[in-house]
């Protein structure tokens, strides 16, 4: 069990600090240092890129780099990685955690010293509330995947999975479906937002979806470092200081620095790098990535200019091709297979990454190096072996077998979000199956929302997407992308019967997430990462791209770690002229 922690030093987890502690790049690299703060200027309106418009403001139709562009700052979460010393997770909103002796039942104490915007109160009831709102858009609407989504993993009440309640006024207690390490990782990830309850309770129960908040006559209320402004939509937010925020800096000082915030939205990607190097927005989000030539430039021009300050490392992203499960062939083991085999991984690094990815990979080593399977083994995987010759005479056999072939061969549309590598790895893709023969493939490119629209309904066949790894907890991108819930939904054949491999895969993601031994659990994530490397795999994973996080210089304090969307608050930012 976790010893109790204190309000500015948590206990962390062990598994936990272990696995992060060998994260010197995904971590560290965006860490600050008391010299980023030291003497910080008060005053100033930061300005920032949002990537996609946003239909309403509320949490959980509003994740992602977007999301916390657009309400980021008007949050806190109950523990957050310090942004000081990235591998020690530490209390917020909460005091600190106990578990029990069942590995399964943590107590959560609360601080009393902090209210909601419009001055409420925050109390146990605001932890219980914004779970229930979580599961509850989730569960009957299916929207919110990183909060209620990855939550109902380990509670879901309304599945029998576990429960929580408010103790009292300052103290809650979690009872999970099945002891798990990643419970901690989950609640302190970038994404688990507190959000209050007496604004977000009053909809539950709702037999359609009524966002939370949706405006100006009905703004979102936080606790964090700034207050809602103004959203005008499709073009801009903006956040204003909150004069009562509850933290202050390692000096005594009062946050935030800034006065306020603006967050443009900017979907054209010509005018999202032309607004970055006429200083219009102050620095390039962690998403969408910097292509290979836009990299370039920055740091030939801006960079050696000395103008911006850039960090590099990984970009945090799964990239993959997706098929669509409810197609005729999305659950054709040998169509997945097929397919895997047909992608050259080589080209993509070259035509999409620049060189610069860790191509194939399910877990990335830079992030995960204790549970990210060794590369020398990956690379004897079928469809990462070079040259092709053996894996597309495999995938002819297989496709054949189908009935598909050049004589008779197959349409279907490569549904891309003209956003960061989505719609280069969507013609990649079209070209080498146009090269292999058998197909008639169609990229369709949209704007993002369009793009999302038309996946979240179907209207595909395959699509290339990326995971954003935003949970400090390895099983995190496995969960996401190869298993259904918890407890596992069955998978479910063509002809109506239940995949058995697909189950094997399901039960063994569970049972990892269940062991809470750290070498056990690695030998699991290893075996699943085998299972897909040479078995079956529903994702045909492409790697993780390293990226570029260029800062003009008279920013100050901006971190960037612990997962994509990591300190996003930007409490700690303060502008230099």
Known sequence: AAPAAEAEAAAPVAAVVEETAGVSEALVLGALTTNDVKGAKYGGVARAMAYSSIPNLDRVDVTGQYGDAILGGLYNKLFEWDPFNPVVQKPALATGWTV?????????????????????????????????????????????????????????????????????????????????????PLITSAQHWMMPAHEVTKDLGAETYVPAHSGDADPPIGTGPFKYKKWVQDVSIEW????????????????????????????????????????????????????????????????????????????????????????????????????????????????????????????????????????????????????????????????????????????????????????????????????????????????????????????????????????????????????????????????????PDRIRINELTQKAANELDPEAQKQMIWELQRILYFEDLNLIPLGYPSTVIPVWNFVKGLCNFGGLYECQNREYVWLDQ
């Open 100 to 184: 029990a002796d069942d590995n399964k039942t943590y107590t959560i104490s609360l601080r009393k010293d902090v209210t909601w915007h419009d001055g409420v109160p925050f109390t146990a009831d605001d932890v219980v509330g914004t779970w229930d709102w979580y599961l509850f858009t989730y569960n009957n609407f299916g929207r919110g995947r990183r909060v209620g989504g990855f939550l109902k993993k380990f509670v879901n009440p309304a599945d029998g999975w576990g429960s929580y309640k408010a103790v009292d006024a300052h103290t809650v207690e979690v009872e999970l479906g099945a002891p798990a390490s990643g419970f901690m």
């Open 240 to 499: 204003e200081r909150n004069e009562n925020y509850w933290k202050k800096d390692p000096f005594g000082n009062q946050l935030p620095y800034l006065d306020g915030y603006l967050g443009m939205v900017l979907t054209d990607k010509a005018l999202q790098f032309a607004s970055f190097k006429t200083s219009r927005i102050y620095w390039w989000p962690t998403f969408p990535i910097m292509n290979p030539a836009q990299q370039k430039d920055v740091k030939e021009g801006l960079g050696a200019e000395g103008k911006v300050v850039i960090r590099e490392g990984s970009s945090h992203l799964l990239e993959g091709n997706v098929i669509n499960l409810d197609w005729s062939y999305g659950r054709e083991d040998d169509f997945r297979w097929a397919v895997a085999l047909i992608m050259d991984q080589e080209e993509y690094l070259e035509r999409v990454f620049g060189g610069a990815a860790i191509v194939g990979a399910v877990l990335d080593p830079r992030i995960f190096p204790t549970f990210a399977l060794p590369q020398e083994e990956i690379d004897t995987s079928p469809w990462m072996k070079q040259p092709k010759t053996e894996a597309y005479a495999e995938a002819k056999t297989l496709l054949a077998g189908l009935g598909i072939t050049e004589a008779a061969p197959l349409e279907l549309r490569i549904v891309c979000r003209n956003s960061s590598f989505y719609c280069a790895e969507a013609e990649v893709l079209a070209s080498q199956l146009n090269k292999f023969g058998g197909f008639i493939p169609k990229v369709e490119a949209y704007t993002p929302s369009v793009g999302s629209s038309r996946v979240r309904e179907g209207l595909f066949e395959m699509n290339t997407q990326a995971s954003g790894i935003t949970v400090a907890d390895p099983l995190n991108p496995l969960q996401q992308r190869f298993q259904a819930d918890a407890p596992p939904r069955e998978w479910i054949l063509p002809n109506g019967d239940p995949d």
